[in-house]
T-cell receptor, first 112, second 112 residues
């Protein structure tokens, strides 16, 4: 059974650029959630996708957007990057919209 | 304010000692979860306790939940160097289902 995988693991962007982060959910999991974790802080909920539809969103601006594909993998897109977007972006999958989350190792984004 | 807030302290203990950390939340929950994170990597689920449960055990972990005080505690018994990590509690109170709100985390260092 393959766990949650994320790519890329590290990337550096400059202000104003756009970034796409990718996540493959664990086999059999139809729900994917994205979290942002700033240094020294707890993860902050960005949004969740369930069966290809957005299923809840945290307090993030519209320039944070996402997709879920028929194989339940997912993308997080961030437009017009700001310095404060520098963080570890975590993807988590689950076999439904309740219960525990299974996290990937994250994508560390640095915005210069 | 954010649901699920640990006492934001760093804990340094000797191997073999017990480690206790606390978490409080502000509104009603269906369940509360604890996660561990090693050095800014992905989070690993430790235990989920439902609102109708008062105590739960998993190996060397013991979690209690007091819904009247809106608080939870995580006890790690007979700590090991490998327990060195950050520990987060998370609740479903703010966003619902498994769209979790995390606290800021407790950093635990176990000295061999």
């Amino acid at each position: 059974e393959t766990g949650v995988t994320q790519s890329p693991t590290h990337l550096i962007k400059t202000r104003g650029q756009q970034v796409t982060l990718r996540c493959s959910s664990q086999s059999g999991h139809n729900t994917v959630s994205w979290y942002q974790q700033a240094l020294g802080q707890g993860p902050q909920f960005i949004f969740q996708y369930y069966r290809e539809e957005e299923n809840g969103r945290g307090n993030f601006p519209p320039r944070f957007s996402g997709l879920q594909f028929p194989n339940y993998s997912s993308e997080l897109n961030v437009n017009a990057l700001e310095l404060d977007d520098s963080a570890l972006y975590l993807c988590a999958s689950s076999p439904g919209n309740t219960g525990e989350l299974f996290f990937g190792e994250g994508s560390r984004l640095t915005v210069l | 304010s954010q649901q699920g807030e640990e006492d934001p302290q760093a804990l340094s203990i000797q191997e073999g000692e017990n480690a206790t950390m606390n978490c409080s939340y502000k509104t009603s929950i269906n369940n509360l979860q604890w996660y561990r994170q090693n050095s800014g990597r992905g989070l690993v689920h430790l235990i989920l306790i439902r609102s109708n449960e008062r105590e739960k055990h998993s190996g060397r972990l013991r979690v209690t939940l007091d819904t009247s005080k809106k608080s939870s505690s995580l006890l790690i018994t007979a700590s090991r160097a490998a327990d060195t990590a950050s520990y987060f509690c998370a609740t479903d109170a703010h966003y619902g289902n498994n769209r979790l709100a995390f606290g800021k985390g407790n950093q635990v260092v176990v000295i061999p």
